[in-house]
T-cell receptor
Framework: DTGVSQDPRHKITKRGQNVTFRCDPI?????LYWYRQTLGQGPEFLTY????????KSRLLSDRFSAERPKGSFSTLEIQRTEQGDSAMYLC??????????FGQGTRLTVV | GDSVTQMEGPVTLSEEAFLTINCTYT??????LFWYVQYPGEGLQLLLK?????DKGSNKGFEATYRKETTSFHLEKGSVQVSDSAVYFC???????????FGPGTRLSVLP
């Protein structure tokens, strides 16, 4: 297992377009998290899955954002009608019960 | 809600100097505490952790002790190297491991 992987690493999109990011967690981890990180800030929690169930969503996650983890394995994060304020690094992390979170390299989104 | 506060950076030190980065937290229950490090262009990596009061986490010459009475988890290293230049994030997870909350990060620059 090579750890948490995210795809793509970089995405440039025009304002108003939809984008989708993928995260493949460590295979035996049942918890998966999405975070957003802007320059000079720490990661901000977006949402969290335990297996396929989405258990918590931050108020940062507007109705333009949706996340899925259909089979309790990989997850996707979709942003509809992107805005310039969505430009950030989107981080995925996975963990087993009560262990540290393992992070992927992130997807850097630039909305132009 | 739970929160983490870190000393503001950037912190600039000469090689072999002593490092302290302060971290305090607010949480209900008994969180686990973590220090993560982010090197330029890379994802977050766990540096060390402590899961209960008075535990000391250590790794690569870095140490931090979980102080419940002062709600602190200060990061220390006796002699920093240029290769330690990075952003350091203090974090906690609640006692159910459902969420990880990060501080804003402290940028460390070590000069030769």
């Amino acid at each position: 297992d090579t750890g948490v992987s995210q795809d793509p690493r970089h995405k440039i999109t025009k304002r108003g377009q939809n984008v989708t990011f993928r995260c493949d967690p460590i295979s035996e981890h049942n918890r998966l998290y999405w975070y957003r990180q802007t320059l000079g800030q720490g990661p901000e929690f977006l949402t969290y899955f335990q297996n396929e169930a989405q258990l918590e969503k931050s108020r940062l996650l507007s109705d333009r954002f949706s996340a899925e983890r259909p089979k309790g394995s990989f997850s996707t994060l979709e942003i509809q009608r992107t805005e310039q304020g969505d430009s950030a690094m989107y981080l995925c992390a996975s963990t087993d019960m009560n262990t540290e979170a393992f992070f992927g390299q992130g997807t850097r989104l630039t909305v132009v | 809600g739970d929160s983490v506060t870190q000393m503001e950076g950037p912190v600039t030190l000469s090689e072999e100097a002593f490092l302290t980065i302060n971290c305090t937290y607010t949480a209900t229950g008994y969180p686990s505490l973590f220090w993560y490090v982010q090197y330029p262009g890379e994802g977050l990596q766990l540096l060390l952790k402590a899961t209960k009061a008075d535990d000391k986490g250590s790794n690569k010459g870095f140490e931090a002790t979980y102080r419940k009475e002062t709600t602190s988890f200060h990061l220390e290293k006796g002699s920093v190297q240029v290769s330690d230049s990075a952003v350091y994030f203090c974090a906690l997870s609640d006692n159910y491991g459902q969420n990880f909350v990060f501080g804003p990060g402290t940028r460390l620059s070590v000069l030769p």
